[in-house]
């Protein structure tokens, strides 16, 4: 038997959705708020990290930077140290920056229109209907992947997601679906179904309000879509670091350049192999060129593998002993105990801190 044609009914898909989301939604600290900066900081992290883990970070956050003026003229050190382990670190330094701006072109006020807000370092577009839909109640669509999901199903959409061309399908189809009222409450609730329903593996259509408006349903294509591009390979790379004591109980560490992948954060001193390159021997010339010393590089004292978006690492830490030089560059310094949790390190560094030196990392 032929499945039947669905075409989905703005209306009633408002309707169903909304009624659902109230009886329904997670209650989240982000959730009880219109203050656009609140809103802001809880996008930001939300992108790329999972709500559980954001929870205790967004009021911690909040608590020690409760305004867009707070976080502008705190120390970037300090803003680093309170997202560490949170990841995608340019997230936080485009944050602060942005926070800045903010501070200085637009008296501390978040901008309220798509122009002037997408401007701002960090805010791409999804990131701008979101808060500006939420915080400001603009009919604007707020499309991340939770909601492209949804919609990639809800109009049974064949074409790859990871296109241009269907990125902007969907958005302008769920530009037709933002109500004059509430906009922000509706983008929540597109995002939740995609979150807790219309998940990616498992959708839980029987329990879905949508189910009877679900073309993909209708088709049993739900587990096939969205459709998506190839995955690229994830190359791997091999990083050394080296342990340095004193002999006083302080270890060397080193600030890493504020532009590029972790910047400001510090770190052992070391970094990536070159192919086919011996671990000792790469790891004694990396750090001749960073710090301008000569070391002896003895046993292995711990391995951490890391995956970021676009490579995975495996950082080895080496005893070392210093043999010449005395370390010269822009930013080191002998880390005694306790300084160094102070100081934001990446999660991949900070797990080699507490196996190889517990009292660097406690
Ligand atoms: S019916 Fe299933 S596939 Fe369709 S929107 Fe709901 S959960 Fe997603």
């Not at 499945?3 to 659902?20: H, N």
């Not at 498992?202 to 949508?210: E, M, N, R």
């Not at 590029?260 to 990536?272: E, Q, R, V």
């Not at 046993?299 to 080496?318: E, G, N, Q, W």
Request: hydrophobic residues 35%.
């Amino acid at each position: 038997m032929k499945a039947k044609e669905i075409f989905p009914d703005p209306k009633r898909i408002r309707r169903k959705l909304l009624g659902w989301y109230d009886g329904h939604r997670r209650r989240l600290p982000w959730r009880e708020t219109r203050d656009p900066y609140a809103i802001w900081i809880s996008e930001i992290m939300l992108q790329q990290t999972q709500v559980k883990t954001v929870v205790p970070y967004y009021l911690r956050f909040l608590e020690r930077f409760p305004t867009v003026e707070t976080l502008a003229h705190a120390p970037l050190g300090e803003v680093l140290k309170t997202w560490e382990n949170l990841g995608y670190y340019a997230r936080v330094r485009n944050l602060h920056k942005a926070a800045g701006e903010i501070a200085e072109q637009h008296g501390g006020r978040i901008p309220d229109n798509r122009e002037e807000i997408t401007r701002l370092p960090g805010i791409g577009r999804y990131t701008a209907g979101a808060i500006l839909s939420i915080a400001f109640g603009r009919v604007v669509p707020a499309v991340d992947g939770n909601v492209r999901r949804v919609i990639s199903r809800l109009f049974e959409i064949t074409e790859s997601v990871d296109d241009e061309e269907t990125r902007e399908r969907i958005e302008a189809l769920v530009q037709t679906l933002v109500p004059k009222r509430d906009p922000g409450r509706f983008n929540q609730a597109l995002m939740e179904l995609g979150a807790v329903r219309c998940t990616p593996k498992s959708p839980s259509c029987p329990a879905c309000p949508l189910q009877d408006d679900c073309r993909a349903r209708a088709q049993g294509l739900a587990h096939r879509l969205p459709v998506r591009g190839k995955k690229k390979t994830v190359p791997h790379r091999e990083v050394v670091a080296a342990v340095i004591s004193d002999g006083k109980g302080r270890i060397l560490i080193v600030q890493r350049p504020a532009c590029g992948l972790l910047g400001s954060l510090w770190k052992f001193p070391g970094g990536i192999l070159n192919p086919r390159e011996a671990r000792e021997e790469g790891l004694k010339r990396i750090v001749r060129d960073e710090l301008g010393i000569g070391i002896g590089v003895g046993s292995p004292l711990a391995a951490v593998k890391h995956a970021y978006t676009h490579f995975r690492i495996t950082l080895t830490a080496f005893s070392c002993t210093l043999l010449e030089g005395s370390p010269a560059g822009p930013q080191w310094r002998w880390a005694g105990t306790g300084e160094s949790e102070a100081l934001p390190f990446s999660s991949a560094d900070r797990r080699i801190a507490r196996s190889v030196a517990p009292p660097l990392g406690h």
